[in-house]
């Protein structure tokens, strides 16, 4: 597999990445907030703000941790990494938990801000542009920078 095909996988797997967490942040907000448009507060009774910290979490456990373990297949299968090459389960782990901090980080400031901001709520709308937005720029975020970290070398040009 040559270079520009793993960095086209690279580049389809950010991509997948965001996109499968733009729908699931939609259809849990959906789940927890419902589609009707009506105000929602940042703190009680909706707790919009709180719901930044399961999200965070979720999303940046997904995009490292899924991505991660394709690619070492897609690797493996290919022949560019043997069973005693590239990363094992610990290093995977290790990156994974990276993200998932770095995820919760970002939640946690987001949280933070919504509580602590000029505003009490915001409408349903722009609370679901948001999370949809979030949800796709943290999933190709931690998608990247783990797939880099584990597989640069393989990856023509990748930087963290």
Sequence with gaps: MASTALDRLLRKEQAVSAAINAALSAAFFA???GF???PLAMGAPDNFAIDFLPQ???V???AAL???LLVRSRLRKDGRVCLSQ???GGVILREVLVAVLAGCASAALLMTFALVGPLDGVSARAALA???VYGAGLGLLCTRRTLVALYGRFFEGAQA
């Design 31 to 33: 789940l927890v907030f």
């Design 36 to 38: 009707a448009e009506r």
């Design 56 to 58: 965070g979490l979720m």
């Design 60 to 62: 940046s456990l997904m």
């Design 66 to 68: 899924v991505p991660s």
């Design 86 to 88: 590239g990363p094992g």
């Design 130 to 132: 948001f999370k949809i």
